[in-house]
């Protein structure tokens, strides 16, 4: 892209070459094939069929945008299938970019949504319990087992600082049943959930096996910018995947907003928590007959 001394088209060269990546430069063609083919973004519009909005955030490189909008700029601007290509390589490379982590992002978020499948969510865990679910995980030393714990820990400062993000949680019912290998641990997480349900900026729902199966299968966090973007970060077992273009964001949401459609409001959560701490301390007490049965029911 960078001119030559041979007489052929010159262009201001606007990288670092140190680092640049695919998207920069995808973004930095859509604005030269614009600007050397003399289109407004309204011409432009008019002949490609997408938004002037749209079109715009895709030069300044705030969506990636679709395949199908490169081929058409393509067709529009007559590169054959350089944008295209352009497109994949960026794509590809937001696949395989290192995760910096949920943390910068949760700094700048307005609100916070997650389900959790497995385990209870990392922002509302208490330190004996993230220190039993890391421990699974098998770390290499104690001190590494420290730093993890408190990193989690350090995270949970954006529910309770001075503005804090409101965070909304759905649990599976199977977090609740499998609870924990220490059992005053989990009385004390339970105790920390019921605790956290009440405050203002968090609500949190039980998701009940009686709602049947459901869409989503890994833990899923959506985060949302006050500029009205969001992300999305999906969990499993062994590896985390960042999604951020809007047409792989939204199915996400979706698949959220209809779990918790069949979740327990966050009151009949409350209701559902607080007999699930009596069970487990039931079952603590030696002797007591409450051991042998203890059974509730919970409206939706």
């Given at each position: 892209m960078s001119g030559s001394s041979g007489g052929s088209r010159t262009r201001k060269d606007p990288f670092d070459w140190e680092w640049v990546s695919a998207r920069e430069v995808y973004t930095s063609e859509l604005a030269y094939r614009r600007q050397q083919s003399g289109l407004t973004l309204v011409q432009l519009a008019a002949l490609c069929m997408y938004e002037q909005s749209y079109l715009h955030r895709l030069e300044r490189g705030t969506r990636l945008g679709t395949l199908e909008a490169a081929a058409a700029l393509d067709k529009v601007y007559g590169t054959g299938t350089l944008l295209v290509k352009l497109w994949h390589l960026a794509r590809r490379e937001a696949k395989d970019r290192p995760f910096l982590g949920l943390v910068p992002l949760e700094a700048d978020a307005v609100s916070v949504q997650e389900y959790a499948v497995s385990a209870v969510p990392y922002l509302?865990?208490?330190?004996?319990?993230?220190?039993?679910?890391?421990?699974?995980?098998?770390?290499?030393?104690?001190?590494?087992?420290?730093?993890?714990?408190?990193?989690?820990?350090?995270?949970?400062?954006?529910?309770?600082?001075?503005?804090?993000?409101?965070?909304?949680?759905?649990?599976?019912?199977?977090?609740?049943?499998?609870?924990?290998?220490?059992?005053?641990?989990?009385?004390?997480?339970?105790?920390?959930?019921?605790?956290?349900?009440?405050?203002?900026?968090?609500?949190?729902?039980?998701?009940?096996?009686?709602?049947?199966?459901?869409?989503?299968?890994?833990?899923?966090?959506?985060?949302?910018?006050?500029?009205?973007?969001?992300?999305?970060?999906?969990?499993?077992?062994?590896?985390?995947?960042?999604?951020?273009?809007?047409?792989?964001?939204?199915?996400?949401?979706?698949?959220?907003d209809l779990l918790r459609d069949t979740a327990l409001t966050p009151a009949a959560s409350l209701a559902f928590l607080r007999a699930v701490r009596e069970e487990h301390v039931a079952q603590e007490r030696p002797g007591d007959p409450a051991q042998r049965s203890v059974t509730f029911n919970v409206a939706p």
């Open positions: 509302l865990q208490t330190k004996q319990y993230a220190e039993e679910h890391l421990r699974s995980a098998r770390p290499r030393s104690v001190e590494q087992l420290g730093t993890q714990v408190a990193a989690r820990l350090k995270r949970q400062d954006r529910l309770t600082g001075p503005n804090p993000v409101h965070y909304r949680a759905l649990i599976d019912e199977a977090v609740l049943r499998r609870g924990a290998r220490d059992p005053q641990a989990w009385t004390a997480q339970l105790e920390h959930l019921i605790e956290v349900a009440q405050q203002p900026d968090i609500s949190l729902h039980v998701v009940p096996f009686g709602t049947g199966p459901h869409h989503i299968r890994s833990c899923l966090e959506l985060i949302f910018f006050e500029d009205g973007h969001t992300v999305a970060y999906t969990q499993s077992s062994w590896s985390g995947h960042l999604v951020e273009e809007p047409e792989d964001v939204e199915p996400l949401r979706l698949a959220y």
